[in-house]
T-cell receptor, first 113, second 112 residues
Framework: DAGITQSPRHKVTETGTPVTLRCHQT?????MYWYRQDPGHGLRLIHY???????DKGEVSDGYSVSRSKTEDFLLTLESATSSQTSVYFC????????????FGQGTRLTVV | GESVGLHLPTLSVQEGDNSIINCAYS??????FIWYKQESGKGPQFIID?????DKRQGQRVTVLLNKTVKHLSLQIAATQPGDSAVYFC???????????FGQGTRLTINP
């Protein structure tokens, strides 16, 4: 999986609790992305990062925040989880300078009850 | 902005037949196109890509066709095998830009 590790792989949490998902890469890629995947919606971009401490919003960023303090780690935080955030979350990396494709992690299945 | 759609959410083919999966995009400035395969429980995996200066690109048993006039992209899989069962996504972007836009996916089922 191109040196991408997501943790945890599965999580069940209660509504209103904070949750942090971690993406770790060993490829030294500058660009990292968080997507969510839901039936009927495909992959939708939540946030992305183009360098340490440089992040920007995607199309479905409400209710999510991110942080990137090191090149290899990109964290996604749900400040107060809601049932609508039950989804499968994918992290991806991309080397924009070579215009290559995005490589995806294995995903984190999050259930908010 | 860009929007990406697929013509069929599901496709069922006989083993050994050829499969064609389609994708349409809206932004004429898009110039980079990728097909991904996603098996159950896994993340999407790169299959093949094509840039706008090409109309066709071939890989191993796969061919991607690009029609920029009608903003249409297709993935052809030759001699479909059971291992080809998966969801296939197209992704569209602009070279040098930061984001890709994904279609919703087509689930390909192979009948024995």
């Amino acid at each position: 999986d191109a040196g991408i590790t997501q943790s945890p792989r599965h999580k069940v949490t209660e509504t209103g609790t904070p949750v942090t998902l971690r993406c770790h890469q060993t490829e030294n890629h500058r660009y990292m992305y968080w997507y969510r995947q839901d039936p009927g919606h495909g992959l939708r971009l939540i946030h992305y990062s183009y360098g340490v401490k440089d992040t920007d919003k995607g199309e479905v960023s409400d209710g999510y925040s991110v942080s990137r303090s090191k090149t290899e780690d990109f964290l996604l935080t749900l400040e107060s989880a809601t049932s609508s955030q039950t989804s499968v979350y994918f992290c991806a990396i991309r080397d924009r300078t070579s215009n290559t494709e995005a490589f995806f992690g294995q995903g984190t299945r999050l259930t908010v009850v | 902005g860009e929007s990406v759609g697929l013509h069929l959410p599901t496709l069922s083919v006989q083993e050994g037949d050829n499969s064609i999966i389609n994708c349409a995009y809206s932004n004429s400035a898009s110039d980079y196109f990728i097909w991904y395969k996603q098996e159950s429980g896994k993340g999407p995996q790169f299959i093949i890509d094509i840039r706008s200066n090409m109309d066709k690109r071939q890989g191993q048993r796969v061919t991607v066709l690009l029609n920029k006039t009608v903003k249409h992209l297709s993935l052809q899989i030759a001699a479909t095998q059971p291992g080809d069962s998966a969801v296939y996504f197209c992704a569209v972007g602009i070279q040098g830009a930061q984001k890709l836009v994904f279609g919703q996916g087509t689930r390909l089922t192979i009948n024995p």
